[in-house]
Structures are given as C-alpha cells and as structure tokens.
C-alpha cells in the first residue's frame, strides 16, 4: 500500500517587489502629484537662456556678463555663498557662454 504525503503550501506574503511584478498599480494620490508637477514645470521663462528671472543662477550670470565681469567676492557677498566658481562654471555650461578668469574676476560672454 501506497502512503500518500500531503504537502502543505504557504501562501507567500506579498511584498512590494511582488505587487510590481504582478502590475499591481499603487494606490493613491499618485497621479495628482503628477499633474501638479506637470503644472508647475510648465511656467516658460522670460529669459533668452532659460534660467528664472532672479533666482541665484540668474543673478550670478547677469553678474559675471556685465562688463568687466565680478569678482568671486561680490558674487558670493551678493547670493550670501562661500563659494560659487564650480556652480558659475555649470550655469554657464548650462546655457552656453564662455567663462574666463581675468585679474581675479570671472567675465563670461555668450557664444554665438
């Protein structure tokens, strides 16, 4: 005779993991929170490069693209950093002008 086991299964816990397996979709506000950001991402700029008018980029370019450029000193003083040589470097990267050191001032100009 024959002796039959009877197996026993557990049904697994289901984690997070599991649910995006399966497309379980989350439940909640999720799609609200999108669309505000959509909203809020959306606001054009006025500016040619597409920074916002007056924040701390902002005022940092328009500081080192005025003529005979601005000390590291009187940017920092006037945006209340420590330093900003590495941040300026990126902003103009970021909008495409050329930034030089000349006597101990950064002169950016705007490449054409």
């Not at 505000?36 to 693209?65: F, Y």
């Not at 040589?85 to 950064?106: I, M, P, Q, S």
């Amino acid at each position: 005779m024959r002796t039959q086991t009877k197996t026993k299964t557990k049904a697994k816990k289901a984690t997070r993991s599991t649910k995006r397996r399966a497309g379980a979709k989350k439940a909640g506000r999720s799609g609200a929170r999108k669309a505000v950001k959509a909203k809020t991402t959306a606001k054009a700029s006025s500016r040619p490069d597409g920074l916002r008018e007056g924040s701390k980029q902002a005022i940092m370019l328009d500081m080192a693209l005025a003529p005979g450029g601005a000390t590291e000193e009187t940017i920092c003083k006037k945006l209340g950093w420590k330093a900003c040589g590495a941040t300026l470097g990126r902003v103009c990267e970021k909008v495409g002008a050329k930034l030089e050191r000349k006597d101990g001032k950064f002169v950016a100009t705007l490449k054409k």
